[in-house]
């Protein structure tokens, strides 16, 4: 009822319309309508045509961006969160999407770029350190992506969500920084997602560090370790003798 409405209501802007830009707000309120219910197909057409009759309406750029990076479509957005920045170039929301577009259209350089211009306007933006640090997991710079992860200003979910993204790429180079985030001081989460990050590989230097640790481990994170290190052969007997 609430869709029927709405495209009723355009019929009736539509007809009142005497600019452009009128007409160019109706297609875009129906856009929005459309949005609200998750037509996603049906927003991106609407918010096409007003822009199609108002191009320097900041709003209908930015919501059709928005639409297109959700159907799964960066570079399209990357085009329309560039032409709401050019209206409107303070709205830090657009900012932050066009360096999620970038990244995801395998634009690493500009989305570094747009990543820095969001972090030099809000220091310690958690979202733009985790994209910083994406980019550097994917140029196998894992300590500069630990470094981005650790500083003053990260939260510990985004530790854990970037560890866990150092397991899935499984390179040697990175079991060094991943094991710093194994200690006494160190949160009770991010110690079981870097147990996570090193479970797959098997390396004697991984040993060496949760026997001189263990005992300082939570009751919680010396279980996971038991679970998935000390079990294979060579590593319990190690334990065993340790213990």
């Known amino acids: 009822e609430a869709l029927h409405d709405g495209r009723r209501e355009l019929e009736r802007a539509l007809s009142a319309a005497s600019s452009e830009q009128q007409i160019g707000a109706a297609y875009g309120e129906l856009g929005r309508l459309y ?83 969001l972090l030099s306007r809000q220091p310690g933006h958690v979202a733009a350190l985790a994209g910083l640090a994406r980019i550097a997991i994917r140029q196998r710079d894992y300590e500069r992506a630990i470094e981005l992860l650790t500083g003053q200003d990260s939260s510990d979910s985004t530790q854990v969500a970037m560890l866990g993204a150092l397991g899935k790429v499984h390179q040697p180079a990175c079991i060094p920084v991943v094991l710093e985030r194994i200690g006494d001081s160190v949160p009770e989460a991010v110690q079981l997602a870097a147990l996570g990050a090193l479970r797959r590989f098997d390396d004697v230097r991984i040993l060496s560090v949760l026997l001189t640790r263990y005992t300082a481990m939570p009751a919680k994170v010396r279980s996971s370790a038991r679970e998935m290190f000390f079990g294979r052969r060579g590593w319990a007997v190690a334990f065993l003798e340790r213990i």
Do not use: C
Not at 49 to 64: I, P, Q
């Open 35 to 117: 949005l609200a219910h998750h037509l996603m197909y049906a927003a991106e057409v609407a918010f096409l045509r007003a822009v199609a009759d108002d191009s320097k309406e900041f709003r209908w750029n930015y919501l059709l961006g928005y639409v297109q990076q959700e159907q799964g479509k960066p570079a399209e957005a990357v085009h329309w969160y560039r032409k709401a920045l050019s209206i409107d170039p303070a709205y830090t929301t657009a900012v932050f999407r066009l360096a999620q577009s970038e990244l995801s259209d395998g634009r690493e350089a500009a989305a570094k770029k747009s990543f820095e211009s």
